[in-house]
């Protein structure tokens, strides 16, 4: 173990931030009653737009089974935290939105990761610069890779060009690496 190659000791290290980021969900969790997938779900139907927020897309994000997502959709909906609003072309589909009550506990838990957040603002500009490129470079090798199964990436977009810079031709501007978006809801794939 202490021979390690560092690029082995960089995927335990992110192994370990990983952990830091399951601890504080699992505070929330224990603190609001819900499960962890039951928060993540609630977050990210209330920052996407409806045509991401039903079980099917739901369960690519997470990389979690149909089933898994929805038994959690369907505890949230008995909890009366989301509401399914069904599809008007496919009677079997659904979109999931969150409720008032489900919006207030939103509010209290998607900044769960603060911690993590307040030990990185400490970092000095350039290596804030460099890690943020780093980790968008790695999120998006690990989609190429297939093991990241959504990818809403500017670097996976049909409208990012890779000129001197980054570029990014809907917005029709160069593009700094801190400008990079990880989720990007104007995203569109080039396929």
């Not at 599809?87 to 589909?93: P, Q």
């Not at 593009?175 to 396929?191: H, K, V």
């Amino acid at each position: 173990m202490e021979n390690q190659k560092l690029s082995e000791k960089i995927a335990l290290g992110l192994e370990r931030i990983s952990e830091a980021y399951r601890n504080l969900l699992g505070q929330e969790a224990v603190r609001t009653g819900l499960s962890p997938i039951q928060i993540r779900i609630l977050i990210f139907i209330s920052h996407h737009a409806d045509t991401l927020c039903n079980v099917t897309s739901i369960a690519k994000e997470f990389n979690l089974t149909k089933p898994t997502i929805s038994d959690a959709v369907n505890s949230l909906e008995t909890k009366k935290l989301i509401r399914k609003k069904p599809s008007v072309a496919d009677n079997r589909s659904f979109k999931i939105q969150v409720t008032k009550a489900g919006a207030e506990i939103v509010s209290n838990v998607e900044d769960y990761y603060t911690p993590v957040t307040a030990i990185i603002e400490k970092l000095d500009e350039p290596d804030l610069e460099s890690l943020y490129a780093s980790i968008s470079h790695l999120i998006y090798n690990l989609h190429k890779s297939d093991v990241l199964k959504v990818q809403r990436t500017c670097f996976a977009c049909k409208f990012y060009e890779k000129r001197k810079g980054h570029f990014c031709q809907l917005l029709n501007m160069s593009l700094e690496n801190s400008d990079i978006r990880l989720d990007c809801a104007e995203f569109e794939s080039p396929n």
